[in-house]
């Protein structure tokens, strides 16, 4: 694909976004609009093995109450198990992508994007996993996103970059195949097979603790490294690195999301259990949730609801807490008290 196509994507991209956006905010502001009951809140949990572990996507409603397992394990294979659920994300297709984080799995799973008669997502296919021969980069995955072009970006914390596999409408070449290295990484030895982004013991500005990578408004790739204790912004077409966001605000940043005016990205600061904000006009950091504001423990995934309020995952508190989104003053009262996992990603979908 040119470099012509790629940016005119990306501008019809931004285009798109931008109306989605205001749709979803009832014509502005960075609220979406008040979404119809058959709406519902999507987290995954920490899990592993132990009794209180919870290795699915659970479904909460708007009110937060419980709704159950949003995937259907009985529909899985026996040759896939669910186990430490991370990022997930609906693609192109319409599909939804979940990454099973295990390292011994490594995989991103998909899901038919079509709810069962019994509310829950169908098991369609392994998309994507590790190989040590074929795809030795996705290793112990965190985090994974779509492409303005329909590609999938995946974050490995065990290696340290971000891959990039072609997406599931592809038709130049095979969906989940790993994509030839971006220009910016034309002639660097020693990388993986669809490395978008590499470790820093790879190249100089890589990544040393790669956590949750995300498109900004812009078509670039904004990167978590939670050692660097830093934002790292990389051209959305050729890779090449465009700088990153340092401030005294920024300790262990782990989960990222911009506003839906795309005015601000949100950071999770773990290591200060607060949210900053960073003005992507101004090129400043400022502080949005103070720490430990709320009870605010390890900040995970973050969305904004229909009811003007960002929702924060308490990491550490196994809460789900809301924050006034235009003045980031705590609600009352948790939205979601007494999870028994840890909550990671958290998402919205509305019906």
């Known amino acids: 694909m040119s470099n012509k196509r790629l940016q005119t994507l990306l501008l019809i991209f931004g285009l798109v976004t931008s109306l989605l956006f205001l749709a979803a905010c009832g014509g502005g502001g960075d609220t979406p609009a008040n979404p119809s009951e058959g709406s519902k809140w999507y987290i995954s949990f920490s899990g592993g ?15 937060g109450t419980e709704k159950g397992k949003a995937l259907n394990e009985a529909g899985l294979p026996a040759s896939v198990t669910l186990r430490e659920l991370r990022g997930f994300t609906f693609g192109p ?14 995989q ?65 070449f095979e969906p989940a195949l790993p994509m030839k290295l971006p220009s910016a990484l034309q002639g660097v030895g020693n990388l993986y097979p669809g490395t978008f982004v590499p470790s820093s013991t790879q190249i100089q500005n890589g990544l040393k603790a790669v956590q949750e990578a995300v498109f900004g408004p812009d078509g670039n790739l904004y990167v978590a490294d939670r050692d660097d204790n830093s934002i790292k912004k990389y051209d959305g077409l050729t890779a090449a690195y465009l700088g990153k966001i340092v401030s005294d605000k920024l300790d262990k940043p782990i989960h990222l999301l911009f506003s839906p005016s795309g005015d601000y990205l949100y950071i999770g600061s773990s290591g200060r259990d607060a949210v900053p904000r960073y003005n992507l006009k101004t090129g400043q950091t400022e502080e949005f949730i103070s720490p430990k504001s709320g009870g605010l423990s390890s900040p995970s995934g973050l969305a904004f609801g229909p009811d003007k309020y960002l929702y924060v995952a308490s990491r ?30 958290l998402i919205l979908v509305i019906n």
Do not use: C, M
């Open 93 to 106: 297709d319409a599909n939804l992508y979940v990454v099973n984080a295990f390292k011994d799995y490594s």
């Open 49 to 63: 093995t132990n009794s209180s572990s919870i290795n699915n996507i659970i479904a909460y409603g708007l009110d």
């Open 316 to 345: 550490l508190s196994n809460q789900i807490l809301r924050y006034d989104a235009a003045t980031g003053k705590p609600d009352q009262k948790p939205f979601i008290d007494g999870l028994k996992d840890n909550p990671e990603f």
């Open 108 to 172: 991103v799973l998909q899901f038919k994007g079509q709810l069962n008669p019994n509310g829950q997502y169908d098991f369609s296919k392994v998309f994507v996993q590790h190989s040590a021969g074929l795809n030795p980069g996705l290793d112990h995955p965190f985090s994974t996103v779509f492409s303005p072009d329909g590609n999938l970006y995946l974050s490995s914390r065990d290696t340290n970059v971000v891959s990039r596999y072609y997406g599931p409408k592809s038709t130049i």
